[in-house]
């Protein structure tokens, strides 16, 4: 009788300890939420639907996760780094035109994500005045007739482009066909930049990257600033290679190479591609503006 005891304890000692000293807790690792998840990564998820709350005069973009690797998978244009607000913005405008909301709110699944003003402080139906990063320089000139840099524009110090400020109009044309090209097949992603480390670009970073490169110009990387506050405003009827190109109220962007064609970022293509510009074209139709750069 006196065994009883001690293969009782030997049972509770071999069954109770599953690896774990006796004595000592079990660290329990809790599951990373989905928010924990797009915190540690890249932020990036893809737009499953969009709905207006008419009440809360609010967007809600009801999303799920993508991970970089997934990007290339994607083939759309809905995949959005949720922590650039420029990018929400820009994406309001591209989805809704016409919807005057008042915020902007990223879900997945039951769970809030993010939640932002729609609008910036800043009057946005109006152009804005010449800024500190605008004003002529000692390496402005004229050209075209116009300031280089233009409008909106400012010249970077830290980069040799391939096209200086006083090289000649075929060959800054011909450097920002390099540079576009260059990129060709490229994966939209909202928000996204190159320059910044990322994978892929959207249009309005895109167009902003070429010219970067290609000419040494910095300037806002949203699409509806593009559209509001820089180049200088020329008649669709002069349109030549080298203009940006704004849709939509600056819902999209795009540079006009010549021969009807643009190199843009998306446009319906989820890709960097080359797209019709011409009398009678889709995106012809839908100019809002088209903006001497040089």
Not at 63 to 79: F, M
Not at 81 to 88: G, Q, S, V, W
Not at 154 to 176: E, F, G, M, Q, W
Request: hydrophobic share 30%.
């Amino acid at each position: 009788m006196r065994k009883w005891p001690i293969i009782f304890l030997c049972l509770f000692t071999v069954t109770g300890c599953q690896g774990v000293r006796l004595g000592e807790p079990k660290q329990q690792t809790p599951p990373k939420t989905q928010s924990q998840e797009m915190q540690k990564g890249t932020n990036l998820v893809k737009v499953e639907s969009t709905e207006y709350v008419v009440n809360g005069n609010e967007i809600i973009l009801r999303t799920k996760p993508i991970s970089e690797s997934d990007v290339k998978r994607a083939g759309n244009e809905y995949v959005i780094n949720m922590r650039d607000t420029d990018a929400l913005r820009d994406f309001l405008q591209y989805i809704h035109p016409n919807t005057r909301a008042e915020k902007i709110t990223v879900k997945s699944g039951d769970n809030t994500l993010l939640s932002v003003p729609a609008q910036t402080d800043r009057n946005e139906g109006t152009p804005s005045p010449i800024t500190e990063n605008t004003v002529p320089s000692p390496n402005t000139m004229q050209t075209s007739g116009i300031q280089i840099p233009p409008r909106g524009v400012r010249i970077d110090p830290n980069i040799t482009p391939l096209a200086p400020i006083n090289a000649s109009h075929a060959d800054k044309v011909a450097a920002l066909r390099q540079v576009g090209e260059s990129k060709l097949g490229e994966r939209y992603v909202w928000g996204h930049n190159e320059d910044r480390g990322q994978v892929g670009f959207d249009c309005s970073n895109y167009v902003e990257y070429v010219y970067h490169h290609a000419l040494g110009y910095l300037f806002t990387t949203s699409s509806r600033m593009q559209y509001q506050r820089v180049g200088v405003p020329v008649p669709v009827s002069q349109m030549q290679e080298g203009d940006l190109v704004c849709f939509n109220n600056g819902g999209h962007v795009g540079i006009y190479m010549g021969n009807g064609q643009m190199i843009q970022m998306g446009g319906g293509t989820g890709k960097c591609s080359y797209l019709p510009l011409k009398p009678g074209s889709y995106w012809y139709r839908h100019i809002s503006a088209v903006k001497r750069m040089f």
